[in-house]
């Protein structure tokens, strides 16, 4: 059974950075597409970025295009979400999921992704 385990959530000023790393703790992410979701604290969840299994198509949802990017090291088991220029809207908990080789084609569908971790806080303050 896949699981996988989000880390380097901090608290961070306005305009700071911070690389999220999503691992597989038990599995591989080998033929699986990586999405990252996040949900703040009243609010539904929300895609935020996907990169398909050979890492040649991302897709990202509009509010961080341009500031967040995401990339993979398939021989660490890992998929990274490095964000820039944060913002406070952009305060969440961040989670990752899968599914087989590519990306939802819109970020609507990263609901349908499965082996949710358990999430990594990122607090932007103002």
């Known amino acids: 059974q896949l699981q996988l385990v989000e880390s380097g959530g901090d608290l961070v000023q306005t305009g700071g950075s911070l690389r999220l790393s999503c691992a597989a703790s038990?599995?591989?992410?080998?033929?699986?597409?990586v999405g990252w979701l996040r949900q703040a604290p009243g609010k539904e969840r929300e895609g935020v970025a996907c990169?398909?299994?050979?890492?040649?198509?991302?897709n990202f949802a509009d509010a961080v295009k341009g500031r967040f990017t995401i990339s993979r090291d398939n021989a660490k088991n890992t998929v990274y979400l490095q964000m820039n220029s944060l913002k406070p809207e952009d305060t969440a908990v961040y989670h990752c999921a899968v599914q087989y080789y590519d990306c939802p084609t819109d970020v609507s569908g990263y609901a349908d992704l499965q082996h949710w971790g358990k999430g990594t806080l990122v607090t932007v303050s103002s």
């Open positions: 990169i398909s299994s050979v890492g040649d198509r991302t």
């Open positions: 038990v599995g591989t992410l080998e033929y699986l597409a």
